[in-house]
């Protein structure tokens, strides 16, 4: 079994941007990402310290809107209308969830498509389904970036996502679509699940479910990618994986914390860098 680095390879990958963000500033460019976060949850707030300090990490300039529980829609829409237009931003980013009375459909349909950087928006996500990118949704490709590390090749495989969210599931099963791989998307009406699992060679779980992939759903030397954060009875955090028992049956698998996670971070790092030259692209 090889365990898939998340830390290694996404501290790489900022590596990378990092000295592009560098060769920008010695030109007199900057890049810089604002992120809103609304309201208090626990989980929300240890997502956006990470993504503060990876942008630190690259030398990616960051603004910080932490808003009040009881902000108002027309509020959030108006910071985002203003972040649009100010020429300094280049990235903006709303960490997801907002609180229930708020629109999360309003809200990503304000943000202007060029500074969309996790590609939330209608337009990036008619992209992604076509293949042409101009934001890599950032989960599933970490993911991918994960898998290119250690070379593994997914053509002709048997993928399956289990998971079928917007953030997720669907970009996952397009990215590895586009990688040729004949792909399979349960979730929570699919019939046994179980026995579809077990004739993947690759299983991404996406379910927000504690030790959800147990071992006897998993054929031996499969590949397993765990995207879930959860907390276990201890309160440690734990993945949709029961990562002990799986381990010695997988090929590859991603360790939680330390595997999907980091990755994520790192492809938003590459987007804000990308939704620079985009901004520039467009001022000409
Ligand atoms: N909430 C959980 N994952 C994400 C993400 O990738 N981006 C945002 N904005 N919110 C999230």
Redesign the pocket.
Known sequence: MILLDGKKVSANVKAEVAKEVKELNEKGASVCLAVVIVGEDPASKI?VRNKKRACEECGIKSLEYALPENTSQEELLSLINKLNSDKEVNGI????PLPKHLSEKAVIDAISPLKDV?AFTDANVGKIMIGSYNFLP??PAGVMELLKSENIDIEGKNCVVIGRSN?VGKPMSMLLLHKNATVTICHSRTRDIASICRNADLIVAAVGRKHFLTADMVKEGAIIIDVGINRDENGKVCGDVDFENVKEKASYITPVPGGVGPM?ISVLMKNTLKAAALQRDTEI
């Open positions: 997502y980013l709303v960490q997801m996790d950032c989960t953030i994520t």
